[in-house]
């Protein structure tokens, strides 16, 4: 686990603001085409930074190829690298950082080409720069970060007579007090009012419960610490309003069109909603994501980097190329249509005020989303998701769920 404090941030806004990337010229082959593995497709803003790029006409064509998402992207590169055809370049989950470099072979960019790679990195916030340093190499541009904040429907809110002025910074007591109001107002009128936990999308929120409470899944050593009082804790939190009836356990599709729908009146989700959050400002407030009372807050974050596979000393050069216009302001302005956190050196606006809470909890500080050690890395998301669902679906007792992840974690990331 990689801490971000406020003291990296303000250093990282500070040492190098108002730096932007400046092409170095064409890569050497003057019709190099490379294939990025991504999780968006063409009618996503990713494709508009590849067009911006291949526009510039640098010797150097990318080609966007939608892999579905961050594991059937990941599965994919792991086949291809079997077979010994690595994807040139993929947009990759930082939860996956460590089986990106053990496994896959993500290469060190400063082995590429260390001047260019320095340039590249010192365009973001030094306080970002150890979610893509794995085993001491710099395996990626850190592309994609969110965070998850509360989303409030605030037509339901005022329905039941709750305050729309929120607080900045909210804990578990304020939010769930509150969500017995809106329960004890709005029941037989508003049969959707109610929040929902998304069964099969629930590592990185409770993740945030047990750091919230002074535990960890990963602890910043890299050792698996779901044994501890304080990750029972995080964990009885977390599962308290499911167990109350209050929040709705469902997948992650159904959360999704509740959200979108506007039919529910909390949701705990990720800040990159607020691109579409369906409500309109005059319906939609947010704000921080609950910590827990008496407890420091300690807030993760999730996204993806961009890493070079290739071992082709063309194509990896040509991979820098595109690199370097990514960490660019033009690059970076592009980009930030999408909702992901500006984590750049570059001044480049929120799009909207939605995003204000999401940008003060990268203030404050963020960790990254749980990154799985060992070579099965890969599917220790799979097996936390399934006890955290076997939690929230009360078949296992928070303490019991929490001890069964444990011993099935630490044999499946020892291998």
Not at 109 to 130: G, Y
Not at 261 to 280: E, V, Y
């Amino acid at each position: 686990m990689v801490e971000m404090n406020r003291r990296q941030f303000v250093a990282g806004a500070t040492a190098a603001i108002g730096a932007s990337m400046v092409m170095t010229g064409p890569a050497r082959s003057a019709d190099t085409s490379i294939e990025v593995s991504s999780t968006w497709g063409a009618d996503k803003p990713f494709q508009k930074v590849v067009d911006a790029f291949n526009a510039k006409k640098l010797g150097v064509t990318v080609v966007n190829r939608f892999d579905g998402d961050y594991e059937s992207a990941t599965a994919k590169a792991g086949a291809s690298v079997a077979a010994g055809r690595p994807p040139a370049m993929m947009i990759t989950g930082w939860k996956f950082g460590y089986f990106a470099k053990r496994t896959l072979g993500a290469r060190d960019l400063r082995e590429i080409n260390a001047a260019k790679a320095d340039a590249i990195i010192n365009s973001f916030r030094p306080s970002v720069h150890p979610l893509v340093t794995i085993d001491g190499t710099l395996i990626g541009l850190p592309w994609a970060m969110s965070t998850p904040i509360t989303f409030i429907n605030s037509e339901l809110w005022k329905a039941a007579g709750l305050d729309p002025n929120l607080p900045e910074t909210i804990d578990t007591k304020w939010l769930y007090e509150n969500a017995h109001k809106l329960d004890a107002a709005l029941k037989g009128k508003h049969p959707t009012y109610r929040s929902a936990l998304a069964l099969s999308n629930n590592e990185w929120t409770s993740q945030s419960f047990i750091q919230n409470a002074g535990g960890y899944i990963i602890d910043p050593q890299g050792g698996l610490a779901l044994n501890s009082p304080e990750a029972v804790a995080g964990m009885a939190e977390f599962c308290a309003p499911a167990s109350e009836g209050l929040w709705l356990p469902v997948s992650a599709k159904d959360q999704d069109a509740a959200f979108e729908s506007g039919a529910l009146a909390i949701c705990t989700t990720s800040s990159t909603r607020a691109t579409t959050f369906p409500l309109g400002p005059a319906k939609a407030l947010t704000t921080k994501f609950p910590g827990m009372p008496g407890h420091a807050r300690n807030m993760n974050s999730g996204g993806n980097f961009l890493a070079v596979y290739t071992k082709n000393k063309e194509q990896a050069e040509a991979s820098l190329a595109f690199l370097e216009f990514c960490a660019s302001k033009e690059g970076q302005t592009i980009w930030s249509q999408v909702g992901y956190l500006n984590t750049s050196v570059h001044d480049v606006p929120l799009i909207n005020d939605f995003m204000k809470p999401a940008a003060a909890q990268l203030t404050d500080g963020l960790t990254a989303e749980t990154i799985w050690p060992g070579k099965r890395g890969l599917e220790g998301q799979d097996v936390w998701r399934k006890w955290v669902s076997r939690m929230l679906l009360k078949e296992v007792t928070p303490a019991d769920g929490v001890k069964g992840a444990h011993q099935e974690l630490a044999g499946l990331i020892s291998a």
